[in-house]
Each structure stands twice: as structure tokens, then as C-alpha cells.
């Protein structure tokens, strides 16, 4: 629940700076409904936290698959992580999100080429991509695996009672030897005399 806190807070942030950056854009078409006259200071601050917050909502939602798989394949560890471990990786995350954005804004700012940017940060985003893809096909294989292996021994359990059931209808000396086990078996028990009787 820690991480999917983090990850609301993320989103929330991330949504604010959209309708924001919505407000600027129409300000900047010289739309009259908002006017804002915003310093360059104030606008590279602005640029930098719409870069960060959507960083840190990906990187929420790849710990939140990382923390699945581990809650999946490792259920008993995981019910043994101690509170300050999720307090730790929240603070990672928004830590390593701001250290991502601040390389890739200063790869905006500081480069000529305007591809480094894109690729530092798409390749980050791909990144968090393909791990969260790697956690839930092991949730999935480990769920098919174990779900397989419990089909496989239900089968294996059904055929020993399926057997005895089969012989007895299709082979007769069976029959009457399962029939005699049943009829000695009965005679003992009826001359077995009771503890208390004595």
C-alpha cells in the first residue's frame, strides 16, 4: 500500500503539471482565457518537475511490479519485509526519478543535439518498460507452473483411484479377489471382542 501511495502522490503531481502545462500552452497561443507571464527561472523549474513526476510514476509502477513478483515467487519472504524497507525504496524512487530527470534536463539544456535527450530518457523509460514486462510474465509462468505441477499430480492421484474402480469392472478374478479380501475382512472384525466385553 506504501507504493501505491507513492505511485497516487506521483500521478496526482503528474496531472496537476498537465493541466498546468495546458493553462501555459494556451496562454502561449495568445488564448485570452489565462495569462500567465512566468520568469525563465520559474519556466525552467516548471520543465524540470514535468520531466521528474512522470519519472517517478514509472519508476513507482516498476517497483510496484518488482514487489509483486517477489510477493509471488517468494510469498513467505515477502510477508517478513519490515515497513522501513518500503520507506527506503519510495524515497529511491522519487530520488533515482529526480536523478534521471536532472541528467536528461541537463542533456536538453547543455546539448546541441536534441536527440540525446530523447534517447537518454526514452531508453530509461524502455528500461522500466521491459522490467515491469520481466515481473509479471514470472508471475504469470510461476502461476502456470505451479498450477501445472498441482494438474499433473491431481491426474496422478485420480489414476490410483480410477484403477482400482477399472479392474473390478473389467477383470473378473479381481472382482471376486476384492470380494473375498472384503468378506475375510468382515469376519474378523466380527469375531475381534471389544476391549470392555472383558
Known amino acids: 500500500m506504501y507504493l501505491v501511495i507513492s505511485l497516487t502522490v506521483a500521478d496526482m503531481f ?8 495546458l493553462f501555459q500552452l494556451l496562454s502561449l497561443y495568445s488564448c485570452d482565457i489565462v495569462k500567465m507571464n512566468l520568469s525563465q527561472e520559474l519556466i525552467v523549474i516548471i520543465t524540470f518537475l514535468f ?3 512522470p519519472l517517478t510514476s ?28 518500503y520507506g527506503v525504496t519510495i524515497a529511491g524512487v522519487w530520488v533515482l526519478a529526480a536523478m534521471v530527470s536532472t541528467v536528461s534536463f541537463i542533456l536538453k539544456l547543455y546539448s546541441k543535439e536534441f536527440s540525446y535527450h530523447f534517447y537518454f530518457w526514452q531508453s530509461y523509460c524502455c528500461l522500466g518498460l521491459f522490467v515491469i514486462c ?6 504469470a509462468i510461476k502461476n ?11 491426474l496422478y492421484l485420480m489414476n490410483s483411484l480410477v484403477n482400482p474402480i477399472v479392474y473390478t469392472i473389467r477383470i473378473p478374478e479381481f472382482r471376486k479377489a476384492l470380494l473375498l479380501l472384503f468378506k475375510r475382512q468382515r469376519r474378523q472384525n466380527a469375531q475381534v471382542i471389544p476391549l470392555h466385553a472383558l
Do not use: Q
Open 144 to 154: 502456470f507452473c505451479v498450477e501445472g505441477i498441482l494438474s499433473t499430480m491431481i
Open 14 to 21: 503528474v496531472g496537476g503539471f498537465s493541466l498546468f502545462t
Open 58 to 85: 514509472l519508476t513507482n509502477i516498476v517497483v510496484i511490479s518488482i514487489d509483486r513478483m517477489h510477493a509471488t515467487i517468494r510469498p513467505f519472504r515477502h510477508r517478513l519485509v519490515k515497513k522501513w524497507v
Open 134 to 139: 520481466v515481473s509479471y510474465s514470472s508471475i
Open 51 to 53: 520531466v521528474w513526476f
